[in-house]
């Protein structure tokens, strides 16, 4: 009988297994996609496995909708469904649904071989849905794991360029640095609570007296999520990584990765109650809008230009962490998923504009590009103006969030950093739309047609932009309850 029972604990509930279901999915199409590669001819298999990949993110939407109606905690109280994870999940999906979709043509002009790239991006989203899920610290460092080893290599796949080779060198020794510190921290979290929950570390935490070991472990963790969200001062990587890494991987790591560690962190700054976090994510918020912005204003390079400006959304993101939790979680999501939408738009554009090998990266190449490709320019234009916080787009009310719910918790001299920030941030963008339809082309860079694949993908993204811009309520309305449920 005794024997019985500690099996019934040993083995899990089938409810367990649909609350990881999303993942299940993605890991199967990923390990199809790599039994098929070597079965077929590198001219199949670009657009074969690329739809076998495009199914797998689709039936992860699908499983994502199909988790939520079973809530609870699952594995040993590790993974918890609830409408927070199942809110990123859902996002992550959606990303790698549109970045599988920008890459089908892209794949083809590079000539790159197709199946490890596609298999990679799935596993990379199998690590980004689990993070999203986990509250558990040990859980969350081997999801965050499998998320940038598979970003390790993508960031890399331009083999024949040696930036490409150099940026996914950079990235992994840094990264792994930034691992380093994330681990050491979750140790020293152990050491402070005796535990690795995040549940039993907010109530060991808010029982009594806090032990300095937290205030380190929280240090420490933060320092490894803010290398992989790009905050400053952890974002000497971003430039250079996002320069030599392929434009769709570069629009995958700079939305998918980072919407899974904002989760993270949410998590752990607001329900496990972390100590100092307000003081912290305060500075790091400033820094990184500032330096950003800075280090935007100097570029020539499109891809880095816009590698400083994602360091910047992320000091605007992290401007909703420091607010109270009511009304930072909804600010935070909203503003994680209207960044996704734009910035993953913005580098899909850039990805064909690219042509081969990506030469045509510079501001001089978008010269006239009003004139070339009046299409490609204009949503380039909606997507540039959706990251300046212009009405009408989901980065006005992105930002609105953001900035109220600090005012709220009486962070005044954080936002008025935040709203000068975003004047200079205006600059760059607005320099970019002059160059494109007020400047004539000094020399004639070629624009293809934009094939099917790609403009699904840019009306995904688009569509998403103006719909957040317009009806914002329904997105809001659903992170509100969520924060309401952390509340209770």
């Known amino acids: 009988m005794n024997s019985a029972n500690d099996m019934a604990q040993v083995i899990p ?17 990923g390990m199809i996609v790599m039994v098929l590669d070597p079965l077929m001819d590198e001219r199949r298999s670009q657009r074969t496995l690329g739809t076998v990949a495009l199914v797998g993110s689709l039936a992860a939407l699908v499983a ?15 993974v918890r469904v609830d409408s927070f994870s ?6 992550v999906a959606a990303v790698t649904v549109v970045v599988i979709l920008t890459s089908y043509d892209y794949m083809e002009v590079q000539g790159i071989r197709a199946g490890e790239y596609y298999a990679l991006v799935l596993f990379g989203a199998v690590g980004m849905s689990l993070m999203s899920s986990a509250v558990e610290l040990v859980l969350i460092f081997i999801a965050l794991e499998i998320s940038s080893i598979s970003t390790y290599i993508l960031a890399g796949f331009r083999r024949r360029a040696a930036i490409s080779s150099e940026s996914s060198v950079k990235y992994f020794l840094l990264g792994s640095f930034a691992t380093a510190f994330f681990l050491y921290g979750v140790a020293l979290m152990f050491g402070a609570t005796g535990s690795t929950s995040i549940t039993v570390i907010g109530d060991a935490l808010r029982s009594g007296h806090i032990p300095v070991l937290a205030y380190l472990g929280v240090a420490l963790m933060f320092v490894g999520l803010g290398f992989k969200v790009a905050a400053a001062p952890f974002h000497v990587w971003t430039p250079d990584v996002y320069e030599g890494a392929p434009s769709p991987v570069v ?10 560690v904002f989760a993270v962190l949410l998590r752990i700054m607001f329900e496990a109650d972390a100590p100092g976090r307000v003081w912290l994510i305060w500075v790091v918020a400033a820094l990184s809008m500032t330096l950003g912005n800075i280090g935007a204003l100097v570029q ?10 994602s360091i910047a959304h992320a000091g605007y993101l992290l401007v909703a962490f420091a607010a109270l939790p009511n009304n930072g979680i909804p600010a935070a999501m909203f503003y994680t998923t209207s960044y996704a939408a734009m910035n ?12 081969k090998d990506e030469r045509y990266v510079t501001l001089e190449d978008y010269e006239g590009l009003g004139r070339r490709s009046p299409l490609l320019a204009a949503i380039l234009t909606i997507f540039l103006l959706s990251l300046i916080g212009i009405p009408i787009t989901g980065g006005f009310f992105a930002k609105f969030y953001v900035f109220s719910a600090a005012l709220q918790a009486n962070l005044v001299g954080l936002v008025i950093i935040g709203v000068l920030n975003s004047a200079v941030a205006s600059y760059y963008y607005l320099r970019l739309i ?21 403009g699904t993908a840019l009306a995904i993204s688009l569509g998403a932009t103006i719909y957040l811009g317009v009806l ?17």
């Open 251 to 260: 629009g995958f790591m700079s939305t998918a990765p980072k919407a899974a």
């Open 434 to 454: 002059v160059v494109m339809y007020m400047r004539e082309a000094r020399e004639e860079v070629p624009v293809a047609p934009i094939p099917l694949g790609l």
């Open 64 to 78: 994502t909708l199909f988790q939520s109606q079973y809530p609870g905690l699952g594995f040993w109280n590790m």
């Open 472 to 488: 914002p309520g329904r997105v809001l309305d659903y992170a509100a309850r969520t924060a309401a449920e952390w509340a209770r």
């Open 86 to 91: 199942v809110f990123f999940h859902f996002l």
């Open 13 to 29: 509930h089938a409810a367990d297994y649909v609350r990881i279901l999303p993942e299940i999915v993605l890991a199967i199409f």
């Open 300 to 309: 020539d390079n499109v891809k880095r230009l816009l590698a400083y400006s």
């Open 344 to 355: 993953v738009g913005a580098f899909a554009v850039i990805s064909h504009i690219g042509g």
